[in-house]
Each structure stands twice: as C-alpha cells, then as structure tokens.
T-cell receptor
Framework: NAGVTQTPKFQVLKTGQSMTLQCAQD?????MYWYRQDPGMGLRLIYY???????DKGEVPNGYNVSRLNKREFSLRLESAAPSQTSVYFC???????????????FGQGTRLTVV | QKEVEQNSGPLSVPEGAIASLNCTYS??????FFWYRQYSGKSPELIMS????GDKEDGRFTAQLNKASQYVSLLIRDSQPSDSATYLC????????????FGQGTTLQVKP
C-alpha cells in the first residue's frame, strides 16, 4: 500500500524554467492538497481539490497552477520558477468527511525544490 | 492575521515533564482540529484529532478544545527525547470542503 506518492523527491531549477510536481494516492480519497513548507512558516496551503474536477486556491496560490487529472492524481505546475519558490512541497490526501467530522490527511514524502 | 497561530518555540522541557503546546484559530466556523508531529526531514503524521469541546486522551497525549475561546492545546505527559519534533496544529472548516489550514508549528525539545 503506497499511500501518497510524490515525484520527484529532489529538483533543482533555473529561474524561469517550468516543471510539474506529480502526486498520486491509492486510498480512494476525494480531497487532495498541495502545501509548501519554509523554515518557521509551517505548512502553507497552495491549492486544494475537494473532489475530482474541482480545485480551489489556498493561502499562497500565486505562481502555481494545479490539475486534478482524475481521482488519484493531483499535479502542481510552476510555469516560470522563481527563487522565492525554493521550498519543500508536500502533497496530501484525505477522505471527504461529514460536517464536524474531519478525517486524517496523509502526506507524501515531499519534494525538495531549489530554484537558482 | 494568520488563520491558525502557534508559538514557534523552541519549547524545551526535561525528560519526564509535561509539555504544553498551544494553538489559536480565527475562523469561528472551524469544526475539526488536528495535531500533527513532524520529525526533521520527514512528512507530518497525525497524532490527535478533536471535534468537541473538552479533553480527549490517547496514551500520553491529551488534546483540549475550547471553541468559545478559539483555542486548542496538546499536552504530552512523561515527555521523552523521542518526542522532540515540530508539532503542527491544523484546522478545517464547517463544511469540510478540504481546506485544511496549518499553523507554523512549535518545535519541542525534550532534554534527557
């Protein structure tokens, strides 16, 4: 049982280059998320998808685009990378719960991205 | 104002002591509250969830929720060096739309 799988684990980009971070989950979860984590900043939500076919902006969406390709896959694209996007990126998924009943979010291993 | 706030620490406690971690949130409609633990270089993992006012205990961990004060805390009894990690508070809204918001995390150091 793989859980949440992110690729790649490490990436170095030059300013202005583009790339797509891939995420797939095998738990049949409806909700998927992309976060970035910078020192002292915790996890900041970039985009999330409550179900297949829907995406919404989180706290820090500028400079990113997402695609919920199907129920399993949720990708994050940097169209023109900037040094400020150097960070650790985490993908996560969770079941869609009932009102007042949240459910556990499961995280991928993270992608360490450096933009030079 | 950030939606979920934590003191970034570090919080240093001696082995065997009680560690108290605190979190406040701004959205009164928040319904579900979580504590995640993250070791350096690793992914976050869930340790506690709480949905109703009051206390919830699980082994050495107790989560406390006060919705009127918009406050959630985590107590770790008999702290061990292996508890040294960053603890992240997370909150999701009333409609559970998938918008799971994290605080900045509190670093806990348990000294032998």
């Amino acid at each position: 049982n793989a859980g949440v799988t992110q690729t790649p684990k490490f990436q170095v980009l030059k300013t202005g280059q583009s790339m797509t971070l891939q995420c797939a989950q095998d738990m049949n979860h409806n909700s998927m998320y992309w976060y970035r984590q910078d020192p002292g900043m915790g996890l900041r939500l970039i985009y999330y998808s409550a179900s297949e076919g829907t995406t919404d902006k989180g706290e820090v969406p500028n400079g990113y685009n997402v695609s919920r390709l199907n129920k399993r896959e949720f990708s994050l694209r940097l169209e023109s990378a900037a040094p400020s996007q150097t960070s650790v990126y985490f993908c996560a998924s969770s079941e869609e719960g009932q009102v007042s009943l949240g459910t556990e979010a499961f995280f991928g291993q993270g992608t360490r991205l450096t933009v030079v | 104002q950030k939606e979920v706030e934590q003191n970034s620490g570090p919080l240093s406690v001696p082995e065997g002591a009680i560690a108290s971690l605190n979190c406040t949130y701004s959205d009164r409609g928040s319904q579900s509250f979580f504590w995640y633990r993250q070791y350096s270089g690793k992914s976050p993992e869930l340790i506690m969830s709480i949905y109703s006012n009051g206390d919830k205990e699980d082994g050495r961990f107790t989560a406390q929720l006060n919705k009127a004060s918009q406050y959630v805390s985590l107590l770790i009894r008999d702290s061990q060096p292996s508890d040294s990690a960053t603890y992240l508070c997370a909150v999701t809204g009333i409609w559970n739309t998938g918008k799971l918001i994290f605080g900045q995390g509190t670093t806990l150091q348990v000294k032998p």
